[in-house]
């Protein structure tokens, strides 16, 4: 993007996410004022520059928000939607680096382009650079990659760097038998404490969990169907402070609480990540902080 002259002046233009202004002189080529000047802060050149970054946040924030929903949910993604999307810079850094899998089990690699005629062009774990034909590829969940290590030592290698968390994201196993049989709730983070069920609930949305009542909640697809992580909290109108309570999983639509032992690789994994970020949020008092 160019610059738009703002008044008699000055310049102004859209550098690296921020609105930045220069002289209009020729000798001020290159060099930037360190604040936009209070003269031209209210000009309608400028308010559009800052309405235009706004923009470009939120939608670079959705990019990354679907293609983590992509990710988690491991859902076929058709490849002429990667196509048609990969010119979007916002796309890009959204999708570039992220592992996906082809037809084949062993068609796995980084994604590194998107092209309508040729297809997917990925780094495999040979290191060379293939093409993906396949109609629709999917980006598994971390807990479904095969060989996860081996991919995590690959990136390092290559220095890759993903806009939406994938290989490094936290997982949890499921519990065996023996850990998970008869229980249905886990109360390894509970008791979080908080100010209050407002600085709770605000902490929950900005992870991008949703309030229903007295409970976080996170919708997950696993194995086709949606599951509910739940995790409680105390109640707003009884309580001055906010507790987290346990964290439990339960099918869409069904008030059945899920045996520990039928909670699916993903559910389990991104349910006990959403408690541990609840959990890792509280404020910690000085002295534990020590």
Do not use: C
């Given at each position: 993007m160019g610059w738009l002259t703002a008044g008699d002046r000055y310049e102004v233009a859209l550098v690296e996410g921020r609105v930045v202004a220069r002289s209009a002189t020729a000798s001020a080529e290159g060099k930037w004022e360190r604040s936009l000047p209070a003269e031209i802060r209210d000009r309608p050149e400028v308010i559009e520059l800052q309405r235009f970054a706004e923009w470009l946040d939120r939608h670079a924030a959705e990019c990354a928000a679907q293609v983590d929903n992509w990710m988690v949910s491991s859902l076929p993604v058709p490849t002429g939607l990667l196509a048609q999307v990969w010119p979007d810079e916002a796309w890009q850094a959204a999708l570039r680096d992220i592992v996906v899998v082809g037809e084949a089990p062993d068609e796995v690699g980084f994604l590194r382009?998107?092209?309508?005629?040729?297809?997917?062009?990925?780094?495999?774990?040979?290191?060379?650079?293939?093409r993906l034909t396949a109609p629709a590829i999917t980006m598994p969940h971390p807990v479904l990659l095969p060989g996860l290590e081996e991919l995590r030592?690959?990136?390092?290698?290559?220095?890759?760097?993903?806009?939406?968390?994938?290989?490094?994201?936290?997982t949890w196993?499921?519990?065996?038998?023996?850990?998970?049989?008869?229980?249905?709730?886990?109360?390894e983070f509970e008791g979080?404490?908080?100010?209050?069920?407002?600085?709770?609930?605000?902490?929950?949305?900005?992870?991008?969990?949703r309030i229903s009542g007295s409970s976080v909640v996170g919708p997950v697809r696993d194995a086709g169907r949606i599951v509910n992580a739940v995790v409680g909290m105390s109640d707003p109108y009884t309580e001055e402070k906010a507790w987290t309570g346990g964290l439990t999983w339960s099918v869409e639509g069904e008030q059945r609480t899920l045996p520990l032992t039928e909670v699916g690789p993903v559910a389990w994994?991104?349910?006990?990540?959403?408690?541990?970020a609840l959990h890792a949020g509280r404020p910690v008092p000085e002295d534990d902080a020590q």
């Open positions: 382009d998107a092209d309508a005629s040729d297809g997917l062009r990925v780094v495999n774990l040979d290191g060379e650079t293939v030592t690959f990136a390092a290698e290559l220095g890759v760097v993903q806009g939406v968390e994938q290989i490094h994201r936290a196993p499921t519990p065996g038998e023996t850990d998970g049989g008869g229980k249905d709730v886990v109360t979080a404490e908080y100010r209050s069920w407002f600085h709770l609930s605000a902490r929950a949305t900005s992870l991008g969990y994994s991104e349910g006990m990540r959403m408690a541990a």
